[in-house]
């Protein structure tokens, strides 16, 4: 962390992720207490362990203690023998919408609950009881159903649903208010959710906020083109600018709804998603970007509902004293630092990033929409005055075109098979070849062929990114060109590390060629494979046109020697080689 300029945030990484274990952890057991006939759970463990790399999953530390984020009474809400549930359909809400719940119990104390009540509130308004009745042992008991109109909410606003189960007489007479002194997890059972809502549909005016004044016309240009924002920025514009998850280089990893599983040394894979660092608290905002987009400091259901396909930026390269408005927390193996959200001046230009795309107003998600806005708002204000200047150059030394493969025309083979896995683009993908039972290790070559000749300046390599013994690694290479695939001469040889970042090797002059080749001399240790997730040029030739469209990144399944076993899942022992999306 502190290699990456991180290290002060450590505590707050800590924090902000264990709450998205902790909602992870949550809606689990609650999804397997909702469903009927399933009859119990196991948790791997409660703390950490150490034992193969480490392994964060718990919610103590390895020596039982707190973690900070999260106590006994919270937990038992949701994992105790009695535990009230509710069936969301969503937890994202218009105000134009109803907030429509059925509510239930799962109970697995010694008896049944005789003349229990169960109550129910949103926020602090006063609280809701449905009869009073003997609630059985089992689960899927019902208890009620929720209705209510959200026209007259708090929007945009974080809300809360909170269901109590208690016997009757431990609430005060006339009210359903649990009496003092009621012990809350033993005497009592009560859960809650959150859940928010938005406008049915935002201002057509910028209104700033209480501290933040729009006095001027904005004139925001909004764009997913460098070349655009570059120009803009440079008459001293301001510039919302959306990178295309196609335009950043592979050292800016996608994100995901889930965090990691125990951990990336053990089990590793190109996503790393930990969370996010969000720089805004009701009450105490330290950014005004999200005066608007009130809520947690922390990754929670709204988030989720927009950061599907969502790729954080790697700011590694630019000044250290940077600090995102939304980090992305990177997995701490690794921990590049990593923007979701961030500004920067550029020249006399003001620079506001978003990695995830709120380029259209017309959205139908109202939380992209409500943090277009947001945003938007903030840059029309005069608080927009970023402080951390960065130049233009700095901004496009974050983009590398992961697309060059494919608007260039390539194929690709390795050892006379097709190794299109390899150039499209997508890391998660990866060509292999060889038998790894041999003896003797094969030659492997990864021939490109385009269909006219093609100026270039190097190469970049993404070593295959999940086997956790580094499978098919190459280490002694030769790279080679050809105008016919028949006579071929060396550009360049050398040696690439073991490692699961890219690597870059740059020519010494610049060649035009029409056929490459990527000749892998040796593995590391006793491998037998060759493996490789992405192979792209780097162009030097004239603009190219700005097709080839998005890419759809794969799931990626981890790969190692104990659960890669059989012949189902290793290689075939023939010298064919073998290209696998994981």
Not at 256 to 275: E, K
Not at 448 to 454: L, Q, R
């Amino acid at each position: 962390m502190e290699a990456h300029g991180l290290l002060q945030k450590d505590k707050q990484f800590a924090y902000t992720s264990g709450r998205f274990q902790l909602d992870c952890y949550k809606e689990e057991i609650e999804a397997n207490l909702r469903t009927p006939g399933l009859g119990g759970f196991q948790l791997l463990d409660l703390h950490d362990y150490l034992g193969q790399g480490t392994a964060l999953v718990g919610l103590l530390d390895a020596f039982w203690q707190s973690k900070g984020y999260v106590n006994a009474d919270e937990f038992k809400e949701f994992c105790n023998t009695t535990v009230p549930l509710a069936r969301l359909p969503q937890r994202v809400f218009t105000t134009a919408e109803k907030f429509n719940v059925d509510v239930e119990l799962a109970h697995f104390g010694a008896e049944p609950l005789k003349d229990a009540k169960a109550v129910w509130r949103i926020d602090d308004n006063p609280s809701v009881a449905w009869e009073t009745q003997t609630f059985p042992i089992g689960k899927n008991i019902p208890l009620g159903r929720i209705s209510v109109d959200l026209a007259n909410f708090a929007a945009p606003g974080e809300h809360a649903l909170t269901v109590t189960v208690a016997p009757a007489s431990l609430f005060e007479p006339n009210t359903n208010k649990i009496r003092p002194g009621a012990v809350r997890g033993t005497d009592y059972f009560e859960n809650h959710w959150k859940f928010w809502v938005y406008p049915a549909s935002v201002p057509e005016e910028f209104r700033g906020s209480s501290q933040c004044a729009v006095t001027r016309p904005p004139n925001i240009l909004v764009t997913r083109s460098w070349d655009e924002a570059e120009k803009k920025l440079a008459s001293g514009g301001k510039v919302l600018f959306v990178p295309r998850n196609a335009d950043l280089d592979w050292t800016s990893p996608p994100l995901d709804t889930v965090p990691v599983f125990w951990n990336r040394q053990m089990g590793p894979g190109w996503s790393r998603m930990l969370g996010l660092l969000i720089d805004s608290n009701p009450g105490e905002t330290k950014h005004h970007a999200l005066d608007a987009f009130p809520g947690s400091s922390f990754f929670d259901w709204r988030w989720a509902s927009i950061i599907s396909g969502v790729r954080a930026v790697n700011l590694d390269s630019l000044p250290r004293e940077l600090e995102p408005v939304v980090w992305a927390i990177d997995d701490w193996n690794r921990n590049y630092k990593l923007g979701v959200i961030f500004e920067c001046a550029v020249g006399d230009g003001r620079l506001l990033v978003s990695a995830i795309d709120i380029t259209r107003a017309d959205t139908s998600n109202p939380v992209a929409r409500q943090l277009r806005y947001s945003l938007l708002n903030y840059m029309a204000s005069d608080c927009f005055s970023p402080r951390v200047p960065v130049s233009a150059a700095q901004i496009r030394g974050l983009f590398f075109d992961t697309r060059i493969m494919k608007k260039l025309g390539a194929t690709a083979e390795i050892n006379g098979e097709s190794a299109g896995a390899a150039i499209d683009g997508d890391p998660n993908t990866f060509a292999i070849s060889g038998d790894s039972r041999a003896q003797i290790r094969e030659p492997a070559a990864i021939t490109i062929s385009f269909p006219a000749p093609v100026t270039m300046a190097g190469l970049v390599l993404m070593p295959r990114q999940n086997h956790r013994e580094h499978e098919g690694d190459i280490r002694e290479y030769s790279i080679q060109v050809s105008d016919d695939a028949i006579e071929w001469r060396e550009m360049r040889r050398g040696e690439l590390v073991s490692t699961f970042a890219p690597q870059k090797i740059q020519f010494s002059e610049t060649v035009t060629t029409k056929y490459l080749k990527l000749v892998s001399l040796s593995e590391f240790g006793n491998d037998k494979m060759t493996a490789l997730a992405e192979l792209a040029v780097i162009y030097a030739g004239p603009k190219l046109s700005d097709a080839g469209g998005p890419i759809e990144y794969q799931r990626t399944r981890t790969a190692t020697p104990e659960i890669d076993e059989g012949p189902q899942k290793r290689p075939s022992p023939s010298p064919r080689p073998s290209i696998r999306k994981p």
